[in-house]
């Protein structure tokens, strides 16, 4: 198991922008396994993927709803995580949280949004976009 922690949210206006950040430690395995993705979840809405990328060779991941406006990226030797947010709108408002897999790379090219794939989440940060 992967501890995950977030930061980085908060109140914008539409426009905005804003960087979720996610902290990871405590892998042991291999880094060809492992992959790391945001997701977000609205009052009364399913848990969604928003962007997510395969630590071994950074291959990315985004929801159609977010391409070209949201960046995924790692640092830190793969311990941090991010998210840059740009042209923020009030659909974006959501609980995001990120997420740790380590299933492989057939398992994350297959089902990137899957979330049996991610067995290790943390507690969330909420972004909320204002019209």
């Known amino acids: 198991q992967v501890q995950l922690v977030e930061s980085g949210g908060g109140s914008v206006q539409a426009g905005g922008s804003l960087r979720l950040s996610c902290v990871a430690s405590?892998?042991?395995?291999?880094?060809?396994?492992?992959?790391m993705g945001w997701f977000r979840q609205a009052p009364g809405k399913e848990r969604e993927g928003v962007a997510t990328?395969?630590?071994?060779?950074?291959?990315?991941y985004y929801a159609d709803s977010v391409k070209g406006r949201f960046t995924i990226s790692l640092a830190n030797a793969k311990n941090t995580l991010y998210l840059q947010m740009n042209s923020l709108k009030p659909e974006d408002t959501a609980m995001y949280y990120c997420?740790?897999?380590?299933?492989?790379?057939?398992?994350?090219?297959?089902?990137?949004?899957?979330?049996?794939?991610?067995?290790?989440w943390g507690q969330g940060t909420q972004v909320t976009v204002s019209a």
């Open positions: 997420a740790a897999g380590f299933g492989g790379s057939s398992a994350w090219y297959s089902s990137p949004f899957s979330l049996s794939n991610y067995p290790s």
């Open positions: 990328i395969f630590t071994m060779g950074g291959a990315t």
């Open positions: 405590g892998y042991r395995g291999s880094y060809n396994d492992y992959y």
